[in-house]
T-cell receptor
Framework: AQSVTQLDSHVSVSEGTPVLLRCNYS??????LFWYVQHPNKGLQLLLK??????LVKGINGFEAEFKKSETSFHLTKPSAHMSDAAEYFC??????????FGQGTRLTINP | DAGVIQSPRHEVTEMGQEVTLRCKPI?????LFWYRQTMMRGLELLIY????????DSGMPEDRFSAKMPNASFSTLKIQPSEPRDSAVYFC???????????????FGPGTRLTVL
């Protein structure tokens, strides 16, 4: 069965500094991987998606993630944090064609 | 384009009452998913439909929960009778298997926050 582990439940960075949210996955075959963001009291918005076309995936709002098969990782990065990036971030693996398995989430706090 | 639409956005009810949550998927999407989000358990898939047919309901917690999809543009999730432990945010999502880069990508609605007193 597929699973994801988000290594940090909470990350705090200063505005303008880099963001790194870590995710490791477990999958018995080549997975589809996603990052979703959830702002307070809002639904989930897709940031980016990996489906084996390229290991470095660029998403919305300046985020990107790199798929590393040897490390079974799919970390999310952004060069410079903005106050509006404060939210909960979920790493997700596709289990089969349509079932998604969510990580527990990482809460990102941006300090002025 | 309108995204996934859910109603109501907030629902407060008393234990024992029937609760019905509603979802309208994105037009053209043929897969629909119901999720529940709680602090303790995170995001859990309850049930999903393909072409209006329930495919996997293994996540439905118990017989008090039921879901229907009478047509391609509408689905309901019903809880009868409701209990305080059902308090959560319920999300609906939809996807399509055949639209290019967005193939099989799930798009979420804003959620319904349910409080059972």
């Amino acid at each position: 069965a597929q699973s994801v582990t988000q290594l940090d439940s909470h990350v705090s960075v200063s505005e303008g500094t880099p963001v790194l949210l870590r995710c490791n996955y477990s999958s018995s075959y080549s997975p589809s991987l996603f990052w979703y963001v959830q702002h307070p009291n809002k639904g989930l918005q897709l940031l980016l998606k990996y489906t084996s076309a390229a290991t470095l995936v660029k998403g919305i709002n300046g985020f990107e993630a790199e798929f590393k098969k040897s490390e079974t990782s799919f970390h999310l990065t952004k060069p410079s944090a903005h106050m509006s990036d404060a939210a909960e971030y979920f790493c997700v693996v596709s289990q089969g064609a349509q079932k998604l398995v969510f990580g527990q989430g990482t809460r990102l706090t941006i300090n002025p | 384009d309108a995204g996934v639409i859910q109603s109501p956005r907030h629902e407060v009810t008393e234990m024992g009452q029937e609760v019905t949550l509603r979802c309208k998927p994105i037009s053209g999407h043929n897969s629909l998913f119901w999720y529940r989000q709680t602090m303790m358990r995170g995001l859990e898939l309850l049930i999903y439909f393909n072409n209006n047919v329930p495919i996997d309901d293994s996540g439905m917690p118990e017989d008090r929960f039921s879901a229907k999809m009478p047509n391609a543009s509408f689905s309901t999730l019903k809880i009868q009778p409701s209990e305080p432990r059902d308090s959560a945010v319920y999300f609906c999502a939809s996807s399509s298997p055949s639209i290019g880069a967005h193939r099989d990508t799930q798009y979420f609605g804003p959620g319904t926050r349910l409080t059972v007193l």
